[in-house]
């Protein structure tokens, strides 16, 4: 196959092996059904692309977590108002009565 017939995403995901998940130039050609020479020129060509993807998903990860936490924060504050009401109400019937 001709270096035109992979598409970008699947280039992108062969050099990830190699930049973030510590394989070989060899072990991820090879389990990619490549040749080592189309892995060096893949990461010679899109390393700063592959590198720069990685961060926007690390950062989009990040976010949703953060959302996540501030979406259970939120539920347990409602939670601890609806408790301090129902406490100041029952206050304010013994105090009344």
């Known amino acids: ?4 017939d992979y598409s970008l995403e ?6 990830g092996k190699v930049i973030f998940d510590d394989y070989s130039i060899s ?3 090879a389990e990619c059904k490549v040749s080592n020479i ?8 899109h390393a700063d692309l592959a590198k720069e ?12 977590q953060a959302i996540s936490e501030n979406k259970a924060t939120a ?3 409602q939670s601890f108002n ?3 009401e129902l406490e100041v109400g029952k ?3 013994t105090f009344v009565n």
């Not at 196959?1 to 035109?4: A, E, Y």
């Open 1 to 4: 196959m001709t270096d035109k």
């Open 10 to 15: 699947f280039k992108l995901k062969a050099i």
């Open 27 to 29: 072990a991820a050609a």
């Open 38 to 45: 189309k892995m060096y020129t893949w990461l010679k060509k």
């Open 53 to 64: 993807k990685r961060k926007h998903a690390d950062l989009r990860v990040k976010a949703e």
């Open 75 to 77: 539920m347990n504050n």
């Open 82 to 84: 609806k408790d301090s």
């Open 91 to 93: 206050s304010k019937q």
